[in-house]
C-alpha cells in the first residue's frame, strides 16, 4: 500500500508540492505509533509498575523527561506502552465494521426490496444512539472487557459502514458493466464479489480510515469514562483519567496522552483526507 | 468526533452519496396528487419514529434483565435485603408476572410520568432530573450557539476561494477540531485557562446566571470544538457545490451582486448543514457525558455516568429514553423540515 501511496503521489499537479509533505507526514505518525504499538512493551517492560516514592514528579525531573503519575509511573513508558491498547482494538472495529458493513451493503444495495427496508431500519435503529451514551450504558452495565467492548463499538459502527457501502452499490449497479455481467448470467454473488467490490475498494477505503480515527476516539473516550479498560492498564484514555486528578501538579500525566490521541486521530483523517483527493484527481482526469 | 460518530462533511465529500444525508429522499412517494403524498410521507416517517422508540423502550426495559446479577439486588443496590423486603420487591414490581406484562406495566408508569426511584439517594427521578436538567441544557444550547455562529462564516469564507491559503487554513483547524476528543480538548483547556492563566474556574457550574454562564464557557467552548468543525466541513461542501452550479454562473454573467448571489447561495447551501442537525445534536448528546465529566458539571451526562457505575438502573432507563426519544423527535422534525426547506417541495406545494 505505501508504494501505491508514493506513486499516486508523484503525479504532476498545482498541489503535488504540498500534499507530500501532508502525506509523509502522516505516514511517519502512522509508522511511529505501529512501532510503538507493537514493541511498546519490548521497550519499556516495567511502564505500569508502582513506584510510590517517586510519585507526581513535575516534568523535566531527572530520568522522567515529562515527570511521573500518581502512582509513580513514568509519563513516557506509560504513553508508549499505552499505544498497543490504544490503537489496536479501534483497529478491529473499523476492520470489523467495515466487514459487516461491506456484506449487509452489499445485500441491501444490490436487491434493494425489502432485505433492504429491514436493514434500513435496522440501522436507524443503532444511528438514533449516540455511540458514546450506548457505550457507557450498555459496557458499563455489563461490566465489559476490553474485547467485549470492541464487538460493541462494530456493532455500533456498522449501521454507517452499510449506509455508505448501500448508497454505493446502488450507484453503481445502473452502470452499464454491471448489466453486462447481468446480461452474461453471472451469478449475484460473482457480481457482487468480483465486480463491485473492486469499484467500492476506494470508498471502503477512505470510510476504513474515517472510522478509525472516529474508533480510536470513542474507545479513548469510553476508557476516560472508565468503561472497557482495566484499572493500572496502560491506556491513553485511561491515563487522561488518572491523570486529570493531578492535572496541576503534572499536566503533562494527562496532556500528553490528550496530544498523542488528537495527533494520530488527525493523521488518520488527513491521509484519508488525501486519498481521496488523489481519487478525485484521478476521476477528472 | 468526540466520541459520537459524524459522518466527517467534507472528508467524504465524493463519497457519501446524497441518501446518507437525506433519508426522507428515499421515501417511498408514489401518486400524482402532492397533497396526499406528502399526507403519506408525514404519516410514514411519523410511524418509523413511533416504531424506532417502541423497540428501544423495550431494549432500555430489558437492561435490568439482562445485565449480569439478581434483578433484586439491580434493584436495591448493595444495602442489605430480608427476605420479607424481596418478596415485597418482588410483589411491588410484578416480578412474578410474565416478562410482556412486566414490560407494558414500566411503560405504563413511565407514560403517567413515574419514573421511580433513584436507589443512590432515594429521591425521585423525575426530581433528579430537574435538578441536572439546567446545567447540560445551557451548556448544550452555548455550544451549538457559539458553534453555528463561528462556524458557518467560516465555512462559507473556505468556499469563497477553493484551494486559497484561507480555506486550507480553515480545513486543516476543521481536521483537527473533528478529530480532538471533547475530554482532551477540555484538559487542555482547563490546563491553560483555568491553571496557567487562570481566567475560568476548573469545575463547578456556578449560582445565579451570570455565574452559570461564566462557569459553563470553558465547557461550552469544548463542546463546540467538535460540532464547529463538523459544520465548517458541512458548509464548505455544500456551498462549494452552490457557488459552482449553474444558476451562479449564470447569475454572475447576468450582473447581479455579488453580495445577492451570496446570498442566495448560502440559501441553498444551508440544507445540507439543516438536515444533518440530528446528527450534530446525537453527536452533542455522547459529548456533553464527557464534557460534563472532564469538568465536573451536575448536568444529565455527569448524571448517567454515574448511575451507570452505581447501577441505578432507573436513572439510566429514564436517562437513556429520555435522550433517544429527543433525539428521535429532532430527526423527524428534520425529516419532515424537507417539506419546508427543499425548494422543489415548496414549489410543489405552492401550486
Known amino acids: 500500500m505505501t508504494a501505491d501511496l508514493l506513486t499516486t503521489v508523484a503525479a504532476p499537479g498545482v498541489r503535488a508540492r504540498r500534499r507530500p509533505v501532508t502525506l509523509v507526514t502522516c505516514l511517519v505518525i502512522l509508522g511511529l505509533a505501529l512501532f510503538a ?47 498497543a491498547s490504544t490503537l489496536i482494538g479501534p483497529l478491529v472495529v473499523a476492520g470489523g465494521s467495515m466487514l459487516l458493513g461491506t456484506f449487509f451493503g452489499l445485500l441491501a444495495g444490490f436487491w434493494q426490496g425489502k ?21 457507557v450504558v450498555v459496557a458499563g452495565i455489563f461490566g465489559a472487557s476490553y474485547w467485549w467492548t470492541t464487538v460493541l463499538l462494530i456493532v455500533v459502527f456498522a449501521p454507517y459502514d452499510i449506509r455508505i457501502v448501500r448508497a454505493g452499490v446502488i ?8 448489466e453486462s455481467a447481468r446480461l452474461l448470467r453471472l451469478s449475484p454473488w460473482r457480481i457482487m464479489l468480483r465486480h463491485l467490490l473492486v469499484n467500492l475498494w476506494p470508498l471502503e477505503r477512505t470510510n476504513f480510515l474515517l472510522n478509525y480515527a472516529n474508533a480510536i476516539i470513542a474507545m479513548s473516550a469510553l476508557s476516560f469514562l472508565g468503561v472497557g479498560v482495566q484499572q493500572g492498564t496502560a491506556n491513553w484514555g485511561r491515563q487522561l483519567i488518572d491523570g486529570e486528578q493531578i492535572l496541576f501538579s503534572n499536566p503533562a500525566a494527562s496532556i500528553a496522552p490528550a496530544v498523542l490521541i488528537i495527533v494520530v486521530a488527525c493523521a488518520v483523517n488527513l491521509l484519508a483526507d488525501a486519498l481521496n483527493a488523489d481519487d478525485r484527481k484521478a476521476a477528472g482526469r | 468526533m468526540g466520541g459520537g460518530h459524524l459522518p466527517d462533511g467534507g472528508l467524504t465529500e465524493v463519497t457519501a452519496p446524497a441518501d446518507v444525508a437525506s433519508p426522507a429522499l428515499a421515501m417511498p412517494v408514489r401518486g400524482r396528487s402532492t397533497a396526499s403524498a406528502v399526507a403519506r410521507l408525514i404519516a410514514w416517517r411519523v410511524t418509523g419514529a413511533v416504531v424506532l422508540l417502541a423497540v428501544i423502550s423495550v431494549l432500555v426495559f430489558l437492561l435490568t434483565y439482562l445485565s449480569p446479577g439478581n434483578i433484586i439486588k439491580n434493584i436495591t443496590g448493595i444495602r442489605p435485603v430480608s427476605p420479607h423486603i424481596v418478596a415485597e420487591l418482588r410483589a411491588e414490581y410484578g416480578l412474578n408476572q410474565p416478562l410482556a406484562v412486566q414490560y407494558l406495566h414500566w411503560l405504563g408508569r413511565f407514560v403517567t ?34 458553534a453555528v455562529v463561528v462556524s458557518i462564516p467560516l465555512g462559507v469564507l473556505a468556499a469563497v476561494r477553493v ?4 480555506d486550507r ?24 485557562f483555568s491553571y496557567f492563566l487562570p481566567i475560568f474556574p476548573s469545575s463547578g457550574s456556578g449560582q445565579g446566571l451570570a455565574d452559570t454562564v461564566y462557569h459553563l464557557t470553558l465547557p461550552a467552548v469544548t463542546l463546540a470544538v467538535g460540532v464547529g468543525a463538523y459544520i465548517v466541513r458541512l458548509t464548505r461542501t455544500a ?63 455527569m448524571l448517567l455516568q454515574s448511575s451507570v457505575e452505581y447501577k441505578d438502573f432507573a436513572v439510566v432507563q429514564f436517562l437513556t429514553l429520555f435522550f433517544a ?26 401550486r
Not at chain 1, 171 to 178: A, G, I, L, S
Not at chain 2, 113 to 128: A, K, P, W, Y
Not at chain 2, 284 to 296: A, P
Open chain 1, 171 to 178: 450507484e453503481q449497479v445502473t452502470k452499464p458493466y454491471v
Open chain 1, 37 to 83: 504499538a507493537l514493541f511498546g512493551h519490548l521497550l519499556y517492560p516495567s511502564a505500569t509498575q508502582v513506584n510510590v516514592l517517586q510519585a507526581q514528579l513535575p516534568p523535566g525531573s531527572p530520568g522522567h523527561l515529562l515527570g511521573t503519575d500518581q502512582l509513580g509511573r513514568d509519563i513516557v513508558a506509560l504513553s508508549v506502552a499505552g499505544t
Open chain 2, 169 to 192: 487554513l480553515i480545513s486543516v483547524t476543521s481536521v483537527i477540531g473533528l478529530s480532538a476528543p471533547a475530554f482532551a480538548v477540555g484538559l487542555i483547556l482547563l490546563y491553560v
Open chain 2, 163 to 166: 484551494g486559497g491559503l484561507l
Open chain 2, 325 to 350: 426519544t429527543i433525539i428521535v423527535l429532532v430527526m423527524l422534525a428534520v425529516d419532515l423540515s424537507y417539506l419546508v426547506l427543499s425548494p422543489e417541495w415548496r414549489w410543489q406545494l405552492r
Open chain 2, 113 to 146: 410520568g413515574n419514573f421511580g426511584r433513584s436507589i443512590e439517594d432515594q429521591t425521585s427521578v423525575s426530581q433528579l432530573f430537574s435538578e441536572r436538567v439546567g446545567v447540560t441544557l445551557l451548556l448544550c444550547g452555548m455550544a451549538f450557539a457559539l
Open chain 1, 115 to 135: 432485505t433492504d427496508f429491514l436493514l434500513s431500519r435496522l440501522t436507524d435503529l443503532l444511528l438514533a444512539l449516540p455511540v458514546v451514551l450506548l457505550g
Open chain 2, 239 to 301: 456551498m462549494t457545490r452552490e457557488l459552482r452550479s449553474d444558476y451562479v454562473t449564470f447569475a454572475r454573467a447576468r450582473g447581479l451582486g455579488s453580495q445577492r448571489i451570496m446570498w442566495t447561495a448560502l440559501r441553498n447551501g444551508i440544507i445540507p448543514v439543516i438536515t444533518t442537525m440530528g446528527l450534530v445534536l446525537s453527536f452533542m448528546v455522547g459529548s456533553t457525558i464527557l464534557v460534563e465529566t472532564t469538568f465536573t458539571l451536575p448536568g444529565l451526562g
